[in-house]
Each structure stands twice: as C-alpha cells, then as structure tokens.
Antibody, heavy 123, light 108 residues
C-alpha cells in the first residue's frame, strides 16, 4: 500500500523559512516523479512544485519560483520542500503527491497523496 | 494558464441519487489530459478518473468520466454514503497543471 506522510509544518513569521518532508513507502520511490500541491484556506488545489524521477530536473509554479526548492533523497525514500521568504499568502495545507512512473517534473495526474502538512505564515 | 470552472459550486442530494458534475476549461485540453479527485476533510485527496474516462485503481464503476475539448463531466450513478465530499477536476495537458475550484456534494 502506498503511503505518503508529510511533516515539518507549523507557524512561521513572514520572511521566515520552513522545510517540509514527505516519507514515502509502498512503491519504488526512485522510479517516480513527485510533487507538492497546496490548498490555501477556503480555496482550491494548486500545484506548487515537481521533481522528475531521477532528481535531475525540477519545476515550480510562478507564485513560488525563486523561493521554494523541491528535492528528493531516494536512499531515504523522502521528498522535501524548502520554503524561504515565506509570505502570508503561502499559508496552506501542503500535500505530497505521487506522479508518473519515470515521469518528468511537469505535473500529470497524481495517483496517491498524503494527508497534508499545515503551514501558517503569520506575525 | 488554463482556468477550469466547475459547476455547480455545491449541491445537496440523497443517497442513491445520480449526480453529474461539470468542468469547463478556458481552452481546449490537449491529449484529453483531465482528471477528477475526491477530497474529504482531513483526508488525502483520492484520484478517481484520469485521461477523461479511465478509472483509477480500486475506484468503483459507479464513477465515470466523459467529455472532450473544453467540456467534461464526472457522473456518479448512485450516490453512496461515502461519496459525500468535494470533487475537483484537474487538467495536465498544458503547463502548469491547474485545478477547478471544486464542487461540494452534501447530504440532503
């Protein structure tokens, strides 16, 4: 059974940094593209960032480009999102999502998701 | 980027009823790259349909998807008590992938 478990969320002041982690199990993590998707309070879903199966290519939404960095550690079956220069509008639940086998960083459909990590940016 | 508009925003139905949810795109979605998800509060979103009409693993056949171009539909033939949730469509034919704002299906 595929499991994705996010951690690292919390309350942070504007301008601060936070690192989210996603522990994956139940599938060959190193063969799949992985992504982060967020949901702001009262809003719909928004793709944030993706990384290809090998970790050699990444992409991000314009709203976070230059501030957020996605990475992966296949030895630890883990996905990360380093979030810098956080803004109030980055307040959201952040979901780790499994992409396509042998896929690139461009988002396709997501066949498994974690339960999310809440990030609150407030002074 | 492609904007997806879902309708209605919410609806109240009884178990056993048939429901049809709409997703309209601002531009043609290439390759029929359109998915549907179910999301319940505090839970992980669940993939229902991908590539317009393909059911994901383990999804019961009361869920079906159809459409092409800019107009797409998710149909639940008979609502089960576990089907009350928010449903999102997502296009991945153009980058960045985008989601609709969701349709909430509530118990009447």
């Amino acid at each position: 059974e595929v499991q994705l478990v996010e951690s690292g969320g919390g309350l942070i002041q504007p301008g601060g940094s936070l690192r989210l982690s996603c522990a994956a199990s139940g599938f060959s993590f190193d063969a799949y593209a992985m992504h982060w998707v967020r949901q702001r309070p009262g809003k719909g879903l928004e793709w944030v960032s993706g990384i290809n199966w090998s970790g050699g290519a990444t992409g991000s939404a314009d709203s976070v480009k230059g501030r957020f960095t996605i990475s992966r550690d296949d030895a630890k079956n883990s996905l990360y999102l380093q979030m810098n220069s956080l803004r109030v509008e980055d307040t959201a639940s952040y979901y780790c999502a499994k992409g396509i086998w042998n896929g690139d960083y461009v988002a396709r459909y997501f066949d498994s998701w974690g339960q999310g990590a809440l990030v609150t940016v407030s002074s | 980027e492609i904007v997806l508009t879902q309708s209605p925003g919410a609806l109240s139905l009884s178990p056993g009823e048939r429901v049809t949810l709409s997703c309209r795109a601002s531009q043609t979605i290439s390759h029929n790259y359109l998915a549907w998800y179910q999301h319940k509060p505090g839970q992980a979103p669940r993939l229902l349909i991908y590539n317009v009409s393909n059911r994901a693993t383990g999804i019961p056949d009361r869920f079906s998807g159809s459409g092409s171009g800019t107009d797409f539909t998710l149909t639940i033939s008979r609502l089960g008590p576990e089907d009350f949730a928010v449903y999102y469509c997502q296009q991945y034919g153009s980058s960045p992938a985008t989601f609709g704002q969701g349709t909430k299906v509530e118990i009447k």
